[in-house]
């Protein structure tokens, strides 16, 4: 048990509880901060942690970029089917057929969206591959 610290010689209610406003932690070997003697071990503050992995600016800024042209391409497209209203003919390899262009505009943009997401799969899995 420690003897009590003397009361501070301008504050005349201290009772010797608690260090001084002016005292400094203890250190370690080190020169750094160690655990203070009169402090339980769950009031200690908690090792810092190393910060999370950042992410690449570049990945970011492009995937912006890309997200930003996709934005782009859809109300290019919205615009595009709003204003093609019509009844067009479509050839198809087994027959003809009538329809509203907005359907087929709708249709040939799935497709081409199915091809680029498959040529995506072919490429990543060609970087896995190798």
């Known amino acids: 048990m420690s003897a009590p610290t003397p009361p501070a010689s301008n504050d005349p209610l201290s009772v010797g509880l608690n260090p001084p406003p002016t005292a400094t932690p203890t250190t370690g070997g080190a020169g750094t901060p160690g655990p203070a003697p009169d402090r339980p071990a769950h009031d200690r503050p908690a090792p810092q942690q190393a910060p999370a992995r950042e992410r690449h600016a570049g990945k970011t800024i492009g995937r912006s970029l890309a997200l930003a042209l996709l934005l782009f391409v859809t109300v290019v497209l919205v615009l595009f089917v709003v204003f093609n209203d019509q009844t067009v003919p479509i050839s198809l390899v087994f027959g003809d057929v009538e ?3 907005v359907v087929a505009l709708l249709i040939a943009a799935a497709l081409g ?8 799969l072919v490429r990543r899995a060609r970087r896995r591959n190798r």
């Open 99 to 101: 329809a509203p262009l």
């Open 113 to 120: 969206g199915l091809l680029v997401w498959l040529a995506g």
